[in-house]
């Protein structure tokens, strides 16, 4: 079914000429082109996109967190001192009781 609409031989050359162009900047963008590597991939990404600078800082504190959380809980020590002024004959330090402790989190889970 022909809708009746030829082309003008001007159009039929402007058509081409675009045609030519575009082929012509795909091929002299990919003749330019060198082998990517990732190193290279990122390093183009993070000068042409410097808001993508705070994940290398997120990421650092992701991994100080693993390393905490991957650390035994602390031992905490302590010292308890129970009737230290004691009267008659256990005044003074004589009759107190001392209490010395070791403790830590258990974890279960």
């Not at 159009?11 to 082929?23: E, N, P, W």
């Not at 004589?94 to 889970?109: K, M, P």
Request: glycine share 10%.
């Amino acid at each position: 079914m022909s809708t009746g609409r030829r082309l003008q031989p001007r159009q039929t050359y402007i058509h081409l000429l675009c045609l030519f162009a575009l082929a012509f900047n795909v091929a002299v963008a990919h003749a330019e082109e060198t082998s990517l590597t990732l190193a290279n991939a990122v390093s183009r990404t993070m000068a042409q996109n410097p808001g993508l600078q705070v994940f290398d800082f997120r990421l650092q504190g992701l991994d100080g967190r693993r390393i905490t959380a991957d650390q035994n809980p602390a031992l905490e020590a302590g010292l308890g001192v129970e009737n230290f002024l004691g009267s008659d004959n256990l005044r003074g330090v004589d009759g107190a009781e001392y209490t010395l402790s070791l403790s830590s989190v258990l974890e279960l889970g």
